[in-house]
């Protein structure tokens, strides 16, 4: 079997796949911090999966990590939420292991597994993760785009305002200081992961300040979405990540702003951007999912 971990900051999503690539287990558990306890997090995930099933020997372990990841799948350069730098986590893991494993970019993982899910149908699919800050990955012809330094997809700090508010990369008007979750979370100011939520629910209460700041977040995913379509002219657009669990509450508003701004431009009309645009179904397991795929391919 193969195995796929999502090590997140908090949480981490754990699935083995059968020759088939069908789910046989999965288990969800807290990560640890720290190199010692992301190691034993992925051990302990490990022991579960092969508790719950039979479909033989793990064969691959693939693993998705915030940060930047060395573009040869081994080496986690930063992952500032688990403690993590210049970690050689393939070299470790496959140490005490024994087996291939390959590591990549969580966001990335997750667009091969949004691809995966969706049955390979798309030439080029963008998967945007919307979620504490905004990030991009691309399958283009059933490869994930890495770029030539693994940082391809960082689309959340690109500006699309300079006079906008400041983001913590230095910039101003970057699309994550718009929408991505800790940026709306300050200018909310009322810190938390479910900020994005409540400035939706004080939006559809009448609340002029979350509807402004609605309207902002919508215009730059829908800044977002025109970006990966412009620059990849990929035929879907799948929305994930925290954010992205508000679902139609999101995609509406979004989609009306691709429509608007295409009323303005027969060229934007006649890409007809709003139908390119879907969600993950809540509860989705395609970074893990992705993961899994990763560990089986080479780099």
Not at 14 to 27: E, F, P, T, W
Not at 143 to 166: F, M, N, Y
Not at 233 to 262: F, H, I, K
Request: glycine share 14%.
């Amino acid at each position: 079997m193969r195995v796929g971990l999502d090590v997140g900051g908090t949480k981490t999503d754990a699935v083995a796949l059968d020759a088939h690539d069908s789910l046989v287990a999965r288990i969800r558990l807290p990560t640890q911090p720290g190199a010692a306890g992301v190691l034993e997090t992925i051990r302990t995930a490990l022991r579960g999966l092969t508790d719950q099933c039979t479909a033989g020997d793990v064969r691959s372990i693939g693993i998705g990590m915030p940060g930047q990841v060395d573009p040869g799948g081994s080496v986690v350069r930063h992952a500032v939420n688990l403690g993590l730098q210049d970690l050689d986590l393939r070299e470790l893991l496959e140490r005490v292991t024994a087996v291939p494993v390959s590591v990549e970019n969580d966001v990335k993982a997750a667009a091969l597994g949004a691809y995966a899910l969706r049955g390979g149908v798309d030439e080029a699919l963008g998967y945007l993760n919307l979620g504490t800050g905004v990030a991009a990955g691309a399958v283009l012809n059933g490869e994930l785009w890495r770029g030539s330094a693994g940082v391809a997809g960082e689309i959340g700090h690109l500006s699309i305002d300079p006079t906008g508010p400041l983001c913590a990369c230095g910039q101003r008007g970057c699309i994550e200081a718009y929408a991505g979750g800790g940026a709306v979370a300050r200018r909310w100011g009322r810190p938390g992961a479910g900020a994005v939520h409540e400035v939706f629910d004080a939006a559809e209460a009448g609340d002029r300040w979350a509807q402004r700041m609605r309207g902002e977040i919508a215009w730059a995913v829908a800044s977002a979405v025109r970006v990966l379509t412009l620059s990849l002219d990929v035929s879907t657009v799948v929305l994930g990540g925290g954010v992205a669990a508000l679902g139609g509450r999101l995609l509406d508003p979004v989609a009306e702003v691709l429509e608007q701004e295409a009323t303005a431009s027969h060229f934007l009309a006649s890409l007809r951007l709003a139908d390119r645009v879907e969600t993950l179904p809540a509860g989705s397991l395609a970074a893990a999912f992705g993961a899994a795929l990763v560990g089986q391919r080479p780099h």
